[in-house]
T-cell receptor, first 112, second 111 residues
């Protein structure tokens, strides 16, 4: 089954404790991206990657890092989480021809 | 500045009724517009895509329209069902790849 898998789905952490949210897709898509979703603001892009070893900032990259060492994986790293990073995070990959985005199930992060 | 605005922000209708959601955009040069449905606690899923040459496209009880001249799109839901309760997100892509997301419309269908 074609899918985007994120882990963990839920996480509660404390300020300053580094964490990584993993994302993996099995559709061989070149483009992958991370979004955060906050009430009233909709989906905002954090980082995206056009292909392996190619990453770029989205609209709200501050406080986040990413890497793309393999085509299927695109982890999101919070080096020193802060409470304003409490949010619902989505990873997505994009079909090369149709442009359709395929989203993961989301990761709800709470930073205390 | 490329932007996408959706209205209304939220909507409550009775089961069986029809409704129309709006999406206005300033994205240029325009490539395509997609409507996504996001169930609570899930990731968005594509409903339909509209390209420059398309005015209307249907997907079951969902019908999307596009007016490229006025830069407006609508999503019409016919004979609503409880399972239509979700957020509906309009995403507009420019030809050079930039994607802009609307904030979404939260639809609640009540029995």
């Amino acid at each position: 089954e074609a899918q985007v898998t994120q882990n963990p789905r839920y996480l509660i952490t404390v300020t300053g404790k580094k964490l990584t949210v993993t994302c993996s897709q099995n559709m061989n898509h070149e483009y992958m991206s991370w979004y955060r979703q906050d009430p009233g603001l909709g989906l905002r892009q954090i980082y995206y990657s056009m292909n392996v070893e190619v990453t770029d900032k989205g609209d709200v990259p501050e406080g986040y890092k990413v890497s793309r060492k393999e085509k299927r994986n695109f982890p999101l790293i919070l080096e020193s989480p802060s409470p304003n990073q409490t949010s619902l995070y989505f990873c997505a990959s994009r079909h090369t021809n149709t442009g359709e985005l395929f989203f993961g199930e989301g990761s709800r992060l709470t930073v205390l | 500045k490329n932007q996408v605005e959706q209205s209304p922000q939220s909507l409550i209708i009775l089961e069986g009724k029809n409704c129309t959601l709006q999406c206005n955009y300033t994205v240029s040069p325009f490539s395509n517009l997609r409507w996504y449905k996001q169930d609570t606690g899930r990731g968005p899923v594509s409903l339909t895509i509209m390209t420059f040459s398309e005015n209307t496209k249907s997907n079951g009880r969902y019908t999307a329209t596009l007016d490229a001249d006025t830069k407006q799109s609508s999503l019409h839901i016919t004979a609503s069902q409880l399972s239509d309760s979700a957020s509906y997100i309009c995403v507009v892509s420019a030809t050079y790849g930039d994607m802009r997301f609307g904030a979404g419309t939260r639809l609640t269908v009540k029995p």
